[in-house]
């Protein structure tokens, strides 16, 4: 319970984010959802699944299972969502915008249930790194709550740009290798993030400072970025809809505001 608590700590601040990115054009409040329960259940009970059935015909020791099954298969589960929604869906997709939206949610749902688990782990004891209680959670949380909240929205966010890539190109090459290049990409970085904390605390810190802070402030320029142009196609039809007589100019500001 204390695990499920703290776990749900960052989840409103980053929902409530992508709700702001997705402001001028957003996406059905049901397909959100959905997106944040694929991550929360679907895609991490998968990942449990076909992580263990992999270890027990390819026995893997633990640095091979955090740096390299764990990126492959939590990542796939994850981007099954977005390949679902191009493929069932795709009048909900348009562009780059809304692909970085759906891999936030799907992360998002993905980390909320992953950090239960590993909070519970650290409360416990079990999970190797100190003798658990208070002091263990607490450590945990920070680590993963506080500093790094955005890891998972993160690495499938490159899914989610390859989908917007997709969609949004008529190369039908384009349209199937841009998904599997953003799929590529995000098991790279996640692999890496994973990866670094088998050299301790200074790998794990060194690759945060120097790669994925980087790295998530390019992608957040690039999201409101991209926010910016869907708000100045908004402002340019609704200026054409008021030299029409159809609404008052004077609401526009409020409206793109």
């Known amino acids: 319970l204390l695990a499920t608590v703290l776990a749900s700590v960052p989840v409103v601040p980053l929902v409530l984010c992508y709700l702001w990115l997705?402001?001028?054009?957003?996406?059905?409040?049901?397909?959100?959802a959905l997106a944040l329960a694929w991550g929360a259940f679907v895609a991490t009970v998968s990942a449990i699944?076909?992580?263990?059935?992999?270890?027990?015909?390819?026995?893997?020791?633990?640095?091979?299972?955090?740096?390299?099954?764990?990126?492959?298969?939590?990542?796939?589960?994850?981007?099954?969502?977005?390949?679902?929604?191009?493929?069932?869906?795709?009048?909900?997709?348009?562009?780059?915008?809304d692909g970085i939206v759906y891999a936030g949610m799907v992360g998002i749902g993905f980390a909320f249930t992953e950090n239960i688990l590993y909070l519970a782990a650290a409360y416990n004891g079990s999970d190797g790194l100190g003798p658990g209680g208070v002091a263990g959670i607490t450590a945990t949380f920070v680590l993963r709550c506080l500093m790094s909240p955005f890891a998972h929205p993160l690495f499938t966010t490159f899914i989610g740009l390859g989908v917007g890539v997709a969609v949004a190109?008529?190369?039908?090459?384009?349209?199937?290798?841009?998904?599997?290049?953003?799929?590529?990409?995000?098991?790279?970085?996640?692999?890496?993030?994973?990866?670094?904390?088998?050299?301790?605390?200074?790998?794990?810190?060194?690759?945060?400072?120097?790669?994925?802070?980087?790295?998530?402030?390019?992608?957040?320029?690039?999201?409101?970025?991209?926010?910016?142009?869907?708000?100045?196609?908004?402002?340019?039809?609704?200026?054409?809809?008021?030299?029409?007589?159809?609404l008052p100019a004077t609401d526009i500001g409020w409206v793109v505001g």
């Open 169 to 246: 190109s008529r190369s039908s090459a384009v349209r199937w290798l841009a998904p599997a290049a953003g799929y590529a990409l995000a098991v790279l970085a996640h692999g890496i993030w994973n990866g670094s904390t088998v050299f301790g605390a200074g790998g794990f810190f060194g690759v945060y400072v120097v790669l994925m802070v980087p790295a998530f402030v390019a992608l957040v320029a690039l999201a409101v970025r991209a926010r910016r142009s869907e708000a100045r196609v908004l402002g340019a039809a609704l200026s054409d809809a008021a030299s029409r007589g159809l």
């Open 22 to 32: 997705d402001r001028y054009e957003p996406e059905p409040k049901r397909l959100l």
């Open 49 to 97: 699944v076909i992580g263990g059935i992999g270890g027990l015909v390819v026995p893997m020791t633990e640095t091979q299972s955090l740096a390299v099954v764990a990126p492959v298969t939590e990542e796939a589960t994850k981007g099954v969502f977005l390949l679902l929604l191009l493929w069932w869906r795709r009048h909900e997709l348009d562009g780059l915008l």
